[in-house]
């Protein structure tokens, strides 16, 4: 049955695949890689063992263990301590499932465990028996990195982008959405939940949703997000949020906005009431760093996805200025972008710097032409699959970088330090009139 569903997802997405053309980057000797193939990972464990297993924040020191198994009579326990083999601790949680046309969910597991100590291995097992996984919780001061990889799916480039930034520690996984890429093919959502297990179940990964996560079928299905709420359950009611498609986190010393370019975002709209109320409530001598996920970028100069998330950025990018959001990353273009701190349009040294990271390695390939000439607000454009890193060395300073899949190696193509908006007194100046008008760009630039 496996090799029939692999062979079938092979053909349902064949045509799905192109070759890349090559493309012109700062480095000249690189030659822009072709897609590569679909990875359908098959699921060879007894039907009570637990498989896709990931782990998620949720509060202060609790982390979400999530699981799946073939048994729906399998328990939703999770044991868990520093000792491998040794349990001190037991959760049970809850459970869920869904349909969709014929296809039928696995039960899916979710339990909540703690509280947990900082920067600490816990040893842990699913349902009361099966294999002994591991995972480190975050620190609770600096340095802190996050990895963040938008757009992912499963294919080969998938597994090369993610060995890569395994290859050095970090903290949290970052995925501003499209995950799987099942497009309501729903034994893809199983596929890929497998294919990440080796890095998800050792490091939080906190994600947010991206269009193809939204699998509506009209009248059958008139509501999206079934699988992608059922699996991938966020701590949206911690940060209080009526949704799971948009929430908050704090890690250390930084605050964690994840918004939602799928759902109501205008002024008046749950998710802008919530977001506003969320900034507010946000102490930046406790939480120095502010940084915010989304899908569909507000700033583009690629052609792909033009003006897709402008509707949002009118409502909301007032509300992320105001606060002094330092970085905003946006996935959805398939190609790797970083912009200067912006505000509307314009050049603003208390704007947030707005970076797409896309490339994770989908299969629909990279989004290959910018608009020319460039745009003066963009400081650096490839189309490459890739990962990027934002290691915060302390309240004040951090360090973004964008490594490049090249080939089986990951080359640091893109770098840059920022300084925490939290600390310039000139962006919280109560007068708005003594800060020197920012430089003007033309919309067309953009």
């Not at 799946?68 to 399998?74: L, N, P, R, V």
């Not at 269009?211 to 079928?217: R, T, V």
């Not at 302390?394 to 090249?406: F, L």
Request: one cysteine or more.
């Amino acid at each position: 049955m496996e090799k029939f569903l692999h062979a079938l997802v092979t053909f349902i997405f064949f045509l799905l695949q192109f070759s890349s053309r090559c493309c012109a980057s700062k480095d000249e000797t690189y030659s822009r890689p072709p897609t590569r193939n679909i990875i359908f990972t098959p699921h060879h464990r007894l039907q009570s063992a637990a498989q896709q297993v990931h782990v998620s924040l949720v509060g202060r020191d609790h982390m979400r263990v999530t699981w799946i198994t073939d048994d729906k009579h399998a328990p939703s326990i999770v044991e868990y301590g520093k000792q491998p083999g040794t349990y001190s601790a037991k959760v049970t949680g809850n459970h869920t499932s869904y349909r969709y046309f014929f296809y039928s969910s696995g039960k899916i597991h979710h339990v909540k465990i703690g509280p947990l100590e900082p920067g600490t291995v816990y040893y842990y097992r699913c349902g009361g028996s099966g294999p002994e996984l591991s995972f480190k919780t975050p620190p609770a001061t600096f340095p802190l990195e996050f990895v963040v990889i938008g757009d992912l799916g499963q294919t080969e480039w998938t597994n090369s982008t993610l060995a890569h930034a395994s290859s050095r520690d970090y903290d949290v996984f970052l995925l501003p959405g499209d995950l799987s890429y099942a497009d309501t093919n729903q034994p893809l959502w199983d596929s890929f939940g497998r294919l990440v297990e080796p890095h998800a179940s050792r490091r939080p990964w906190m994600v947010t949703e991206g269009n193809h996560e939204i699998e509506i079928f009209p009248i059958i299905q008139p509501r999206g997000f079934k699988a992608y709420n059922a699996r991938w359950l966020m701590p949206y009611e911690e940060s209080n949020s009526s949704s799971n498609l948009y929430y908050s986190f704090n890690v250390a010393g930084a605050h964690v906005i994840m918004l939602g370019s799928y759902t109501d975002s205008d002024e008046g709209s749950d998710q802008y009431r919530w977001l506003e109320a969320d900034l507010s409530s946000i102490d930046r001598e406790k939480t120095p760093w502010l940084i915010v996920l989304l899908h569909a970028p507000w700033y583009n100069t690629n052609n792909a996805h033009q003006g897709e998330g402008e509707s949002m950025r009118k409502a909301m990018e007032e509300l992320l200025y105001k606060a002094r959001v330092d970085a905003v990353f946006a996935g959805h273009v398939h190609a790797y972008e970083r912009f200067t701190r912006i505000y509307d349009n314009k050049v603003d040294p208390c704007g947030p710097m707005y970076i797409t990271i896309g490339d994770g390695g989908n299969r629909e390939g990279l989004a290959l032409t910018f608009k020319s000439p460039a745009s003066p607000l963009s400081l650096y454009r490839e189309a490459s699959f890739g990962h990027g890193r934002l290691r915060m060395v302390d309240e004040t300073r951090a360090q973004w970088s964008w490594h490049r899949n090249n080939d089986s190696n990951s080359f640091s193509a893109d770098e840059v330090w920022l300084d925490s908006l939290s600390t310039s007194a000139a962006c919280w100046e109560i007068e708005d009139d003594e800060k020197e008008p920012p430089k003007s760009i033309a919309d067309d630039e953009l």
